[in-house]
T-cell receptor, first 109, second 112 residues
């Protein structure tokens, strides 16, 4: 059973396009982590949010805890945005993060 | 320059051998974690530690062991009891449990 579902699994975009990655989860959570995994395997934390919206540069993350849904948007996409984006909701209790399988994004020049 | 380091980048294990993966952080974080990543699957928690000399099993602890003798260090041993150890192993840390996690570059373990 998957507590976290991401869509799409794979995404190819032209440079400059607006991109949306979706994350739905079935468990009660207190916050949600968006992570970026580079082709070499290293993972970078993009956002941790528990309500509303956060923006950092060209990246925007939104969350609706009641609807159990979060989105990651990338404006004016660039080839360097090519990576796997992972959604990781944090459980209400304990120290558990649930991890999605990721969305693989390729941005073509 | 603060961060998390993992070594080695690649590690080869022979049948019946125990191997140890290193994880060091100089971020002064209390909590540290070990995850395993397999193709097509999300990260799975092996062990975590919230404080020195204490650690807890995660979802897939069987065949693994850890220690937390120093705040900066959280080594993971893959024992011979782990029958399918080939995977990408990621170490992470956070200021306190449940806060933003910072990840190391990972160690890829292969079985000979």
């Amino acid at each position: 059973k998957n507590e976290v579902e991401q869509s799409p699994q794979n995404l190819t975009a032209q440079e400059g396009e607006f991109i949306t990655i979706n994350c739905s989860y079935s468990v009660g959570i207190s916050a949600l982590h968006w992570l970026q995994q580079h082709p070499g395997g290293g993972i970078v934390s993009l956002f941790m949010l528990s309500s509303g919206k956060k923006k950092h540069g060209r990246l925007i993350a939104t969350i609706n805890i009641q609807e159990k849904h979060s989105s990651l948007h990338i404006t004016a996409s660039h080839p360097r945005d090519s990576a796997v984006y992972i959604c990781a909701p944090r459980a209400n209790t304990g120290n558990q993060f649930y991890f999605g399988t990721g969305t693989s994004l390729t941005v073509i020049p | 320059d603060g961060g998390i380091t993992q070594s080695p980048k690649y590690l080869f294990r022979k049948e019946g051998q125990n191997v140890t993966l290193s994880c060091e952080q100089n971020l002064n974080h209390d909590a540290m974690y070990w995850y395993r990543q397999d193709p097509g699957q999300g990260l799975r928690l092996i062990y975590y530690s919230q404080i020195v000399n204490d650690f807890q099993k995660g979802d897939i602890a069987e065949g693994y062991s850890v220690s937390r003798e120093k705040k900066e260090s959280f080594p993971l041993t893959v024992t011979s009891a782990q029958k399918n150890p080939t995977a990408f192993y990621l170490c992470a840390s956070s200021m306190v449990a449940q806060e933003t996690q910072y990840f190391g570059p990972g160690t890829r373990l292969l079985v000979l």
